[in-house]
Structures are given as structure tokens and as C-alpha cells.
């Protein structure tokens, strides 16, 4: 594997299905452009001549829409912004933080990510969609799926404020687990 000599960024983008690195190098004296995620060579475009500009690809399993910026700042200094979706990597990840939960929990010496995507209610588990049951309680929803030999459940409950919305509760073998914030 030949080293990265012209490595000029890396990302990190939490998505549902996990937490994926992005690479991106850029020769500025070759006009080389390699961009790779998960370590997995996405793009590679040799020569170019135009120094500017910008790579899009995808990311993930749900292949979510990626997009390197190249930009001069002065004479050969470049800026790279990583956008998601059409957004900024950093407004993408506030948003997403409105519509998804993640937990992140050991369990029998294993590291689990469970993310809720709060508008369709999929449930991923360690970049796995979960096959789930949901029911009406008493108090609101409950969707339960199984990680390995552990029964899991997220409870959703109104908290009465507007403002808040649902609250989302992940509960494995009857353990409140405490949300990440990624």
C-alpha cells in the first residue's frame, strides 16, 4: 500500500449505520484527487488539471450523498469542507441530532450503537437495520427488537411540553441505557 503523501483531510460522519471516515487526498502538484471511506478507495482521478472543484460520492449503507469542496484560499493554500446531504458536515450533524437518538452500550464484552431514526422509527444496531415490534402502551410507544440474547425496547413517551416533544428511552434487559451524544 503506498503511503499518503498528500492526505490533506479526514472526516468523521456518524451516520445510522455507524460512524464512517472519510480521507480525501489532493496532489497539488500532480492534481491527484483520491478520496476513500472506511479506508475503501471511492475516487481517484489522476492529472487533473483544474485544482479546484469539488468529489462527490456516497457514504454508508442508506449511500447518503457526499460532496468535497476544493477551494483556494490564496496563492496555493486550499480549504476542504465536507458537505452531507447537500449541508455542511457540521449543520448536517446538528440536524441530525434533532432526528435521530444513539446509545452506545457494552453488552457481554461487546460495543453496540443503536440509532433510532425518530421520522421512519428504524432502528440500526452496529450498521444493521433491526427487524422490530412496535406497540401502544399506556403511556406511548414501545418498539422492541433483540440484540443477540438481550431484549431491547425503546419506550417513546410525550413530555408533555411542546417544545421537548418525545422522549426516547432505550431499556435492555429492564436498564435504562443513557443516551450518546455524538
Known sequence: LEKMTDLVAVWEVALSDG????????????????????????????????????????????????????????????????????????????????????WVLSLGGADYRVVLEKDTMDVWCNGQKMETAGEFVEDGTETHFSVGDHSCCIKAVSSGKRKEGIIHTLIVDDREIPETVE
Do not use: P, Q
Not at 496563492?75 to 432526528?99: D, H, P, Q, V, W
Open 19 to 102: 460512524v464512517h471516515k472519510i480521507e480525501f487526498e489532493h496532489g497539488t502538484t500532480s492534481g491527484k484527487r483520491v478520496v476513500y471511506v472506511d479506508g475503501k478507495e471511492e475516487i481517484r482521478k489522476e492529472w487533473m488539471f483544474k485544482l479546484v472543484g469539488k468529489e462527490t460520492f456516497t457514504v454508508g449503507a442508506a449511500k447518503t450523498k457526499a460532496t468535497i469542496n476544493i477551494d483556494a484560499v490564496s496563492g496555493f493554500a486550499y480549504e476542504y469542507t465536507l458537505e452531507i446531504n447537500g449541508k455542511s458536515l457540521k449543520k448536517y450533524m446538528e440536524n441530525r441530532s434533532k432526528t435521530t437518538n444513539t
